[in-house]
């Protein structure tokens, strides 16, 4: 059975991958900052890890349990919405998670993934990371924490292809969960479902592309 990794599984969309993949047979890693809060996520079919991907000490000991496990998808889903609090600590905070993290986990990460049968590696980003997207302006902490994730993946895209690693960059839509709100177009199982598919279709030729959870490609 193939593996997946899951950072932020706890709730929201992190949350509905774990549902899915764990129902479709895959055994799924999941990681959470509090599993011991994380009542849904506890009652699937799932390992869950602690991790808190903004504390190096939580991630060197995460990675340290996880050793030389073959990862076939590592999906970094966790991240903030970074708010409309434009103070210095708020910004900080939002790269630190949103695109410092991702990175730092994808390299990390790469022996596990490279050893699989299906090397696969996909950021949840946003379609608010889109430069050429951006005619509503604003939120400027989010937006700039996407577009950072957005040009880091993009390399480890081309710097992973020769290791067979074929790597993507998803917007999920807009989702109904504590950060989307309510009013979001769209529930957590369609944006997963949509994304599941673009996840099977991803190959070394189409790899480092930027996409939504329906297939469409985005501008940068
Ligand atoms: N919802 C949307 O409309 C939408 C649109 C575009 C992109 N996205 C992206 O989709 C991803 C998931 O968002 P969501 O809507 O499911 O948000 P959410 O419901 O707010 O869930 C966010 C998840 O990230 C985790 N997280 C936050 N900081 C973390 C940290 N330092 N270490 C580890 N985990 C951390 C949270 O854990 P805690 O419970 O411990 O806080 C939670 O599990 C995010 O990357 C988001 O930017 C969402």
Redesign the pocket.
């Known amino acids: 059975m193939p593996t997946l990794l899951v950072?932020?599984?706890?709730?929201?969309?992190?949350?509905e991958l774990a549902r899915q993949y764990a129902a479709d047979g895959w055994e799924v890693v999941a990681?959470?900052?509090?599993p011991d809060k994380a009542d849904e996520l506890n009652d699937l079919d799932c390992k869950v890890e602690t991790?808190?991907?903004?504390?190096q000490t939580s991630v060197d000991a995460f990675l340290e349990r996880l050793g030389d496990r073959k990862i076939d998808l590592f999906i970094n889903?966790?991240?903030?919405?970074g708010g409309l609090d434009l103070t210095r600590e708020t910004w900080l905070h939002t790269l630190?998670?949103?695109s410092v993290?991702p990175a730092l986990l994808a390299r990390a990460l790469k022996p596990n993934v490279a050893a699989s049968d299906r090397k696969k590696m996909v950021v949840?980003?946003?379609?608010?990371g889109s430069i050429a997207d951006n005619d509503g302006g604003g939120f400027w902490v989010?937006r700039s924490s996407?577009a950072a994730v957005n040009a880091a993946w993009k390399s480890i895209a081309l710097d992973f292809k020769g290791d067979g690693i074929a790597v993507a960059m998803l917007?999920?839509?807009?989702?109904?969960?504590?950060?989307?709100g309510p009013n979001?177009q769209i529930d957590?199982a369609t944006s997963v479902a949509g994304m599941r598919k673009v996840i099977d279709g991803l190959s070394l030729d189409n790899t480092g592309e930027f996409r939504a959870y329906d297939g469409a490609a985005i501008d940068w």
């Open positions: 950072t932020g599984a706890n709730r929201g969309i992190g949350l990681t959470a900052r509090e991790l808190d991907v903004a504390d889903n966790a991240g903030v919405g630190e998670v949103n993290a949840i980003t946003s379609r608010m989010y996407k917007h999920p839509g807009w989702v109904q969960t504590d950060m989307g979001a957590t």
